[in-house]
């Protein structure tokens, strides 16, 4: 992908037959799933791909047991699908992951150990493996690092994790193979109208500060928590679509939890799951579920958060992590579709919906990752509908992302020979396991733009290690000033934002 190239292609007048507004899984899956049909589609983000609550999830592609508990069977059923899809269609990024609820009573054994043979049956052909029931020994040899004291056992069972933001970027590498225009920091300022009907949208590049004009036959609002404030620049009277409620990870040293299996706590204080998860030699421990006023660029984690996970994970792990062991802290914030007034956002729906405004934009919000894919060809068939566009059937179903063969090592799938194709470089920092090719395979192929691109989706570096991240800014910044022809003051300006984006990510600072 190359910005100049991207720029040239939105600028030249043409009508695309579909235009997305927001670069998140769902704009990103919506991209890939129309231009895969046929249609022109070009798709603008106003920061990075996925630099909002795409990048910040979980790690988990999964059928959510929780639900199975609410009694949404439909939603389990569909997520299992979808998730045996893109473990099909994404290897180097989805991976089967082993998962333990600890026991502390026979009642929970034999309940959750239940329940999760539901799970099981409702996955049919795409289960990614048996659950069973685990004595108390078995349990302690999966999780060595779990609370002992009046352990019965544990219940074991299958879901899968990935890496969210590169998913995201192969989403969007996937969508621009197939003829897709994308744009990240380009801003959505104004709608273009045609009498009371949406036709396009005014954008500003964000890098070069051109200002010009994006048409389309359909227009796509797929903003995440800020769809709201979007669907009032169409019609300033609507009322609010979505909940905004906020989640937080606490990323942890491995040796919170040794063994290869994560841990699931099936119930906690105010009504959720919490996880803790092996990734990429780390483990990531969460979430909440707060909520909050206003949809924020940048959430933070609130103290009491940060409190609530680090209480709930000491009940848990043998060894009690403290403030002081949490090498980063990152929060999302969710778009729940709004449900009756004073409804708990714990209980609020993670089903998505679609809803076509005054002047013709097609809004779609809520939903979760692992359904991404589902979304996208409901939005793409209404889409297209509206846009009086020839009827084209969804082949995503089958699809496989861009990376995705024979190599499974590494998030970049096929790609990883032509990342390292001229050496691998220095390392950016010993605590990191990333390398200086990689920051300019990002630059020249990925169209990171900033520091914050490269170290926090391009690669992890920032959710890794917050302290690391912001150790390497220097050399980051330095290789993409080369890369993008870009000066010094630039690149100090870079680093010193990131710096301060790092320090709100480390709560012990």
């Known amino acids: ?253 491995r040796r919170f939890l040794p063994g290869g299996s994560a841990l699931m706590v099936p119930k906690t204080d105010d009504g959720r799951v919490l996880f803790a998860v092996p990734w990429h030699d780390r483990v990531i421990v969460g979430t909440t579920d707060t909520p909050r006023p206003v949809a924020e660029t940048e959430p933070r984690a609130l103290p009491e958060e940060i409190a609530f996970v680090l209480s709930h994970a000491r009940r848990y792990l043998a060894e009690d992590p403290t403030q002081a062991d949490v090498l980063s802290v990152f929060a999302g914030q969710r778009p729940l579709v709004r449900g009756q007034a004073g409804a708990a956002t714990s209980r609020l729906s993670r089903e998505h919906a679609l809803e076509v405004g005054t002047g013709g934009v097609l809004t779609v919000t809520g939903g979760k990752w692992t359904t991404y894919r589902e979304m996208a060809e409901q939005v793409v068939d209404l889409a297209a509908r509206l846009g009086g566009l020839p009827p084209a059937a969804s082949i995503t179903a089958d699809l496989r992302l861009r990376g995705a063969g024979e190599n499974i090592r590494t998030v970049y799938g096929d790609d990883e020979p032509a990342v390292f194709a001229s050496g691998a470089g220095a390392p950016l920092h010993p605590n990191l396991p990333y390398t200086e090719a990689e920051v300019r395979w990002a630059a020249r192929h990925e169209l990171a733009e900033t520091v914050e691109d490269v170290l926090s989706r391009r690669t992890r570096a920032l959710l890794l290690d917050a302290r690391a991240a912001s150790g390497c800014a220097p050399r980051v910044a330095e290789i993409l000033a080369e890369e993008l022809g870009r000066d010094a003051a630039w690149a100090e300006k870079q680093v010193a934002a990131f710096r301060e984006l790092a320090a709100g990510c480390t709560p012990n600072a």
């Open 1 to 253: 992908m190359n910005r100049p190239a991207l720029l040239q292609g939105l600028r030249t007048g043409e009508t695309f037959d579909l235009l997305v507004i927001g670069g998140g899984a769902t704009g990103l899956g919506t991209a890939l799933d129309a231009v895969a049909r046929g249609y022109t589609v070009a798709l603008l983000e106003r920061g990075d791909f996925a630099c909002g609550t795409s990048s910040r999830s979980t790690k988990l592609v999964h059928g959510g047991v929780r639900y199975l508990s609410q009694g949404n069977i439909s939603l389990v059923r569909s997520s299992l699908r979808e998730r045996g899809r893109l473990a099909r269609n994404a290897p180097h990024l989805v991976r089967k992951l082993a998962f333990v609820i600890p026991a502390y009573s026979v009642t929970d054994w034999l309940f959750y150990g239940a329940g999760l043979k539901l799970y099981e049956a409702l996955a049919g052909a795409c289960s990614l493996g048996p659950s069973r029931v685990l004595d108390r020994t078995a349990t302690l040899a999966r999780l060595p690092n779990v609370e002992s004291t009046g352990l019965r056992g544990g219940v074991l069972y299958h879901d899968a994790q990935f890496d969210d933001a590169r998913l995201a970027l192969t989403l969007a590498r996937s969508a621009a193979d197939r003829g897709a225009v994308l744009l990240n920091h380009a801003d959505v300022t104004a709608f273009v109208r045609e009498g009371s009907r949406v036709v396009g949208v005014e954008v500003l590049d964000l890098i070069s500060g051109a200002e010009f004009t994006v048409r389309a036959r359909a227009v796509i609002n797929a903003t995440g928590v800020f769809v709201d404030a979007l669907r009032r620049l169409e019609d300033a009277a609507c009322a609010p679509l979505v909940t905004v409620s906020q989640g937080i990870h606490l990323v942890l040293p």
